[in-house]
């Protein structure tokens, strides 16, 4: 029997036979049910896309209710085990793990665009000096595809391959000015003898010493974060990229909206205000009180929750293991302990349990990043690093499907219908 879905209209007792093909039906086979000549057809409403598959993708798949998430089909823990970003990186873009010679070049390309223009520099200083290095890191990307008008040529492949690598290579740089200019220090020029993490510890935290060396505990730390935050499927910053990118507007131009709506709070913005809640709850003592304000409805446990994963993050179980050796090096942070102690009580208590709340990615990354000697402002932006590569493979993968056009959602019209104009005089 044909894979389909047979739906009677008990208006007009019409049957309608509507395939359905990866556990999917397409949205404009419900157009032809309509009751009338000049009805439109048969909508689905889905506020926040809860249940609208936006594209098909070979990228990342995620089973939420098992907690598996698979790059390319290689199983995260495996990737932040034997894998680096760089090499995650080209997996996610290409489709398969490079091979020795592959790898050598993509790693060799990548250190070629590292360095910012002078001109972005300077545009860098402008910013107020307590400016929020997200929103620095946003208008910065912005800003580089006044640099490259090649990049507009979405449609040929050379343009599109080396503004990937560009972008790739120097989000950390932009990040890292970031920093510094926060810090109201120089800016430090990568150092391509280094790492990709080595090199961008290197540009935020390198003082008077011509060489920088960085904790090679820390710089793996660091790079396995850079893993796991790597991609997502469709979360919102990623639909974002693929709206922006779906008029074709150039990678920068996407990739600085795909920032912007990584910035908020309940996306990757969540890591910084997990380490706000926990200075605010301050002490275990204050845990349960703080839980019953959140059962309350006020306010949510940060770092909890997901829209598709129904049990542990493994994101998190990986980033807890983590810490511990981020901790061996350089002591334990004060707030873990709360942490601990909120996802104990959570973990049994009938509210979180039963609307299967579990901590997510951004639960114990913060207290990481704290640890390493970052500000919680910077939190977001060490998110967005790695996400770039997410967001390119998932912009590449969108331009190359047929399938897609402009993103262009319908809406429930229920507003006013046809009125006159009133003059200013006449209106109460
Ligand atoms: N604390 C307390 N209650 C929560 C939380 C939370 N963190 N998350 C969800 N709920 C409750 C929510 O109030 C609702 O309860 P009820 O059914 O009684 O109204 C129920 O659980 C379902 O929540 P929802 O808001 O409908 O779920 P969603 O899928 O729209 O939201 C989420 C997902 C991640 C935005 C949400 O869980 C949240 O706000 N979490 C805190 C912010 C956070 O940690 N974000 C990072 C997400 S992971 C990194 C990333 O991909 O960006």
């Known amino acids: 029997m044909a894979d389909t879905l047979t739906i009677t209209d008990n208006r007009t007792g019409k049957q309608y ?3 359905i093909e990866h556990g999917a039906i ?3 086979d419900l157009r032809q049910i309509r009751t009338a000549a000049d009805d439109f057809g048969l909508m689905t409403y889905d506020p926040a896309f809860q249940n609208t598959a936006n594209c098909k993708s070979r990228i990342t798949f995620i089973d939420g209710d ?29 489709g398969e793990l490079p ?28 910013f107020q000096y307590d400016a929020h290095p997200m929103s620095i890191f946003l208008s910065t990307v912005g800003a580089l595809s006044t640099n490259y008008p090649d990049a507009k040529k979405i449609a040929d492949e050379q343009a599109r391959q080396v503004n990937i690598r ?29 790492s990709f993490p080595g090199n961008f510890l290197n540009m935020l935290f390198r003082m008077t010493e011509p060489v920088y060396q960085s904790n090679p505990v820390l710089e793996r730390a660091l790079d396995v974060l850079f ?70 409805g006020e306010g949510r446990l940060m770092g909890f929750g997901h829209r598709v994963y129904k049990s542990y993050d493994p994101r998190a179980r990986i980033i807890k293991q983590t810490a511990d050796a981020v901790f ?21 208590d009938d509210y979180f349990v039963s609307r299967k709340l579990y901590p997510n990615v951004d639960f114990y990354s913060g207290l990481i990043y704290q640890a390493m000697g970052f500000p ?21 993968e969108m331009l190359r499907d047929a399938d897609q056009k402009i993103a262009r959602p319908r809406q429930v019209y229920i507003g006013s219908g046809p009125r006159d104009f009133v003059p200013v005089g006449q209106r109460k």
């Not at 010679?101 to 402008?126: D, F, R, S």
């Not at 740089?173 to 391509?192: E, V, W």
């Not at 919680?376 to 590449?396: S, Y």
């Open 17 to 19: 036979e509507i395939p």
């Open 26 to 28: 397409r949205a404009m």
């Open 66 to 94: 098992k907690g598996v998430l698979l790059y390319r089909g290689y199983p995260i823990e495996q990737l932040a085990e034997h894998s680096t970003y760089l090499e995650t990186a080209y997996l996610l873009l290409y």
């Open 99 to 126: 091979t020795a010679p592959q790898l050598q070049t993509w790693t060799k390309e990548i250190a070629q665009h590292t360095m910012l223009h002078e001109n972005i520099k300077k545009l860098m200083e402008g």
């Open 166 to 194: 560009r972008l790739i290579a120097k989000v950390p740089s932009i990040a890292a000015y970031a920093y510094r200019h926060s810090m109201g220090r120089p800016y430090i020029y990568p150092d391509n003898a280094l």
């Open 227 to 296: 893993i796991l935050h790597a991609d997502h499927e469709q979360n919102c910053s990623t639909a974002a990229m693929r709206g922006i990118g779906s008029s074709q507007a150039d990678p920068y131009s996407s990739l600085a909206g795909a920032a912007a709506a990584l910035y908020g709070p309940l996306h990757g913005g969540a890591n910084e205000a997990v380490l706000r809640m926990l200075k605010e709850i301050g002490s275990i003592s204050h845990v349960p009180d703080f839980i019953t304000r959140v059962k309350r």
């Open 328 to 348: 061996e090096v350089t002591g334990r942070n004060p707030l873990l302990d709360i942490a601990l102690e909120l996802e104990r009580i959570a973990l049994e």
């Open 376 to 396: 919680v402002e910077m939190f977001p932006v060490l998110f967005a690093i790695p996400r770039t590569a997410g967001w390119l493979a998932q912009w590449d």
